[in-house]
Nanobody, 125 residues
Framework: QVQLVESGGGLVQAGGSLRLSCTAS????????MGWFRQTPGKEREFVAY????????YYADSVKGRFTISRDNGTNTLYLQMNTLKPEDTAVYYC??????????????????WGQGTQVTVSS
């Protein structure tokens, strides 16, 4: 069992930056597969970024590639999402997700079984 708590969201102007954090409980954080998703009202929760467990290879949605960076610190049980050059279309509630073992593609929300409560990111034009 793991509990996830996101923080770092807020209101920022277009072109600005934010860094989201996701702190996990438990002593086996380093063994969990983790990613970031986002959701806007009336839309499905969509994949944003994923950090492969052992190789640290990263994967991103095309819409954020080159602007967002996912990273993790196993010493502090924290997953990060650095978001640069933010656009109004990045406005959403951002969620971190975790799984002891991915049941499917890292891009699919159904592959993860632990979720945080979400943190709101609003980008003004």
């Amino acid at each position: 069992q793991v509990q996830l708590v996101e923080s770092g969201g807020g209101l920022v102007q277009a072109g600005g930056s934010l860094r989201l954090s996701c702190t996990a409980s438990g002593r086996t954080f380093s063994r969990y597969y983790m990613g970031w998703f986002r959701q806007t009202p009336g839309k499905e929760r969509e994949f944003v970024a994923y950090l492969r467990l052992k190789s640290a290879i990263t994967y991103y949605a095309d819409s954020v590639k080159g602007r967002f960076t996912i990273s993790r610190d196993n010493g502090t049980n924290t997953l990060y999402l650095q978001m640069n050059t933010l656009k109004p279309e990045d406005t959403a509630v951002y969620y971190c997700a975790a799984a002891a073992a991915l049941s499917g593609s890292y891009r699919e929300r159904s592959s993860y079984n632990y979720w945080g409560q979400g943190t709101q990111v609003t980008v003004s034009s």
